[in-house]
């Protein structure tokens, strides 16, 4: 799963919302998250097209970081922001 750093922002939030691990963008890029991780916990801040309702994302998004949460031991906490 690609995951794009961005030290500038990691600097900026990490001491907000836990450490910051970088940017995921699903594979035709419906979805994009923040990702951090907070005690055990995976943290995916979700944003996508305003408008578009969950239920037509093609993108195996939550296949992906509910994958990249359990390779790490963490469990997964989805936080939905609408662009």
């Known amino acids: 799963m690609p ?3 961005d030290p500038a922002y ?3 939030v ?3 919302y836990g450490e910051f ?3 995921y963008e699903s594979e035709h ?5 923040s990702l951090f991780k ?3 916990f995976l943290v995916a801040y979700l944003a996508y097209e305003k408008g578009l ?3 037509q994302f093609t ?3 939550l296949d992906e970081l509910h994958r990249y949460a359990s390779e790490h031991g963490l469990q997964l906490q989805i936080k939905h922001v609408v662009n």
């Open 10 to 12: 990691a600097q900026a």
């Open 21 to 23: 691990l970088g940017i």
């Open 14 to 16: 990490s001491k907000i």
């Open 3 to 5: 995951i794009r750093p």
């Open 38 to 40: 907070k005690r055990n």
């Open 29 to 33: 890029g419906q979805v994009q998250a």
């Open 59 to 61: 993108d195996p998004y």
């Open 53 to 55: 309702e969950l239920s």
